[in-house]
């Protein structure tokens, strides 16, 4: 069964690893994030849940339309923080006084 979601005040529907939008430009903006592998019922909502989160648009109910939760980020700072001295990370670290 399609998911449908609502981005920018257009509808969009995620069904078989593929989106159907009227709109073209947000088309290709969700078929550049569709799971092919998204086949089952829960996997398609699980998909149509995070693109709608990622552009902070709506996703259908049962009860009507509800506001998708942002993602959590993919990347960060943490990664690439380095871990004894946080305060050294940042690419002005060098102007800091030496002690």
Known sequence: MPVRIRIYGKEATFSQGCWACDDDSLQAMLQGLADPRAVSQEQEHAHALYAAGRFGGLIATPLGW???PH?????KLEDFAPGPHPERAGWLGFLRKKR
């Open 71 to 75: 993602p959590e980020a993919e990347i």
């Open 66 to 68: 509800e506001a998708a």
